[in-house]
């Protein structure tokens, strides 16, 4: 079995989210496969000295061995991932970070984070979450970055992680998400268009979804049904 497969691959990364460990249950869950398929791929990771385990109570929890390199992991990722020492200088960074920076990788490994990016990515900000997370699970920001006049999401993860050497780092993960932001936001305008134009409408008009529910209720509907917008709403009293 390849370390390149995908399920590996994924496996690393759901371990690398979760620093603490992680028992077969919720690996299974995390990168939804069988509980039988997890097992093979976590006995021959720990066999092969890549994962260690430490026993609670009668659970297992997994999780990376400290003396594995982050290089595979970043290379398979689509999502721009840099890794920092504890003087914030990037240490590694995949391709996709690299094109993002828009700079030569030479430029970038070695440089302090705050010099390289400060102006693209709230590093600041980052660092702050990164400091609430030490006592805790990380867990994903949004946020929302302007880059050439055009505006991009990401879900931000700052991971605690250590390098070969047993050095203190810190992982940045951004996923890309801007074009199901971008989905929403567009629904979220549509909505408001469509109840600002029901709203003045003189024709007593009400909007149901597909599963039945009241979406929007006009001003000329209440004065025809006697009945407010308020009560009505999310509700399926449209049929009472």
Partial sequence: METADPEITRIKEVLLENPRGMNIKEIAAAVEMSRNSIAKYLDVLTAAGQLEV????????????????????????????????????????????????????????????????????????????????????????????????REMYFNALCIPTLFEDGDAGVALRFENISGQKQAELSHEENNRILEAVLYVSPTPTYVIGEDHHILAWNRAMEKFSGLKAAGLTGTRRQWQ
Avoid at 111 to 116: A, E, G, V, Y
């Fill in 54 to 149: 430490r026993y609670v109570g009668n659970a297992k929890l997994f999780y990376l061995a400290k003396r594995v390199p982050l290089e595979s992991m970043m290379s398979m990722s689509p999502d721009m991932i840099a890794v920092v020492d504890k003087d914030l200088r990037i240490a590694q960074a995949n391709t996709p970070f690299v094109d993002f920076i828009g700079a030569p990788r030479d430029k970038i490994i070695g440089t302090r984070l705050f010099d390289l990016a400060s102006a693209i990515l709230p590093v600041e900000q980052m660092m702050g979450w990164l400091q609430q997370e030490k006592a805790g699970t990380a867990l994903p920001h949004e946020i929302r970055i302007k880059k050439n006049d």
